[in-house]
Each structure stands twice: as C-alpha cells, then as structure tokens.
C-alpha cells in the first residue's frame, strides 16, 4: 500500500510540473521554482515507489516441518517460527503454553503451533470430554466477540481433533483454529488473519499439515 501511495503521490507531481501554462498565464518566480522541484521530485518518488513494489514482494513459502518440544505434534511453515512462552488463563485456571510463532511478511497473517497441559479436572467430574472441553473453547471466544463461521470434528495425524473457523469485525478479522487433545495434554494450530489475504493458500496448506504424530497413551 505505501509502495501505491508513493507511486501516485509521484505521477501527481509529474503531471504539474510538466503541464502546459494557461494561455497568457505569466508564471511567478514562485510557481517557476515550483514546476521546477516538481519536475525534479516527481520522477524521483515515482522510481522510489516502483522499487518499494520490487523490494515488498514476498519471497517464495519454503515449507518445512516443524515439531513442538516434546515431538508429538508438528506443522510445516512457510519460514522459520521463533518459539515462545506465556500462559493462558480460561475460566480462572492458568497453564503454561509453548508456541512457534510465525508472521508472513506483507500479508497481516500469523501462524502459531502450540501446546500445553490440560487443566487439572474437578473432582466432581473426572474424565471430562474432548467435546465438553471444545465447547468451553468455543464459549471463550464468542465473549470476545467472535462468531463461528464452521466447527467440525476431524482426524488430526494419530488423534481426532477439532476444527473451529472464526471471524470478528464483520470479517475483517479471521481466525483458524485444528486442536487436539491426547492425555494431560492439548496440541493446537492458529492462524490469523487482519488484512486482505483471507483466501491465501498458504492458510490451507498450514491447516492441512497439522498432525499429531503420538498420543502418548
């Protein structure tokens, strides 16, 4: 968008630096000096916004896999991820989660890889369900403001699993979430989107390459 805006601002000045007078016009010394920076400044921006087209274009996906820390679930990325950690807080109760993150360039597109231990189950309600636990997923993003836009059950490498599409802000927000759970543990990928590459490829291809590879049962 800055590369557009750049090469407009310059055909702009082009075209006032080097349009003709009025007939019987006598330019000031001002507007001399004027059609002169403009002559001079308008090629100039319109050869640096042509190569902020060149330099912005993204470099081409290098797919490759990439596990969490303890191997049993993994995703291909398009680039490099960098690993974090933080903790998420759902209904009160905190746990530690480790994430590879990874941002497209020039795309407004995010993807994450992550897993952490389930939360301790209450005493009056041990084993709870994969789909009970989904629902409380899904119930936490609604009261952000989320809608659901597709939910489904899916098998996920060696493990079933869940897919949960979402979107905020009439769409221009758009969410993608596979999650997994194995014993005491749950593996998930997300990908979000805020600009205008909803429908990008790499999105599916991300998706799609999730797996778990152990339960660990």
Not at 34 to 47: F, N, S
Not at 60 to 76: G, I, Y
Request: hydrophobic share 40%.
């Amino acid at each position: 968008m800055d590369a557009l805006i750049s090469t407009v601002a310059g055909l702009f000045a082009c075209f006032y630096g080097y349009r003709a007078p009025r007939a019987g016009s006598v330019p000031t010394s001002a507007q001399q000096r004027a059609t002169k920076i403009l002559r001079i400044c308008g090629p100039l921006v319109v050869m640096f916004g042509l190569m902020r087209f060149v330099m912005e274009q993204p470099a081409a996906a290098t797919w490759q896999r990439h596990s969490t820390n303890d191997r049993f679930a993994s995703v291909e990325f398009p680039g490099t991820p960098e690993a974090k950690q933080q903790t998420d807080t759902l209904n009160g109760i905190s746990v530690q989660r480790t994430s590879l993150t990874y941002d497209v360039p020039f795309k407004d597109i995010s993807m994450f890889l992550s897993f952490s231990p389930l939360p301790p189950e209450p005493p009056e309600q041990p084993n709870v369900p994969d789909a009970e636990r989904f629902a409380a997923v899904k119930a936490h993003f609604t009261q952000q403001g989320f809608s659901i836009v597709r939910e489904s059950p899916m098998r996920l490498g060696a493990g079933p699993g869940f897919a949960l599409d979402l979107q905020r802000d009439g769409g221009k927000l758009r969410m993608w979430i596979r999650i997994a759970y194995v014993p005491w543990r749950v593996y998930r990928v997300v990908v979000s989107s805020t600009g205008s590459h909803h429908d990008d490829l790499i999105i599916n291809h991300f998706l799609e390459s999730f797996r778990v590879e152990s339960t660990g049962a």
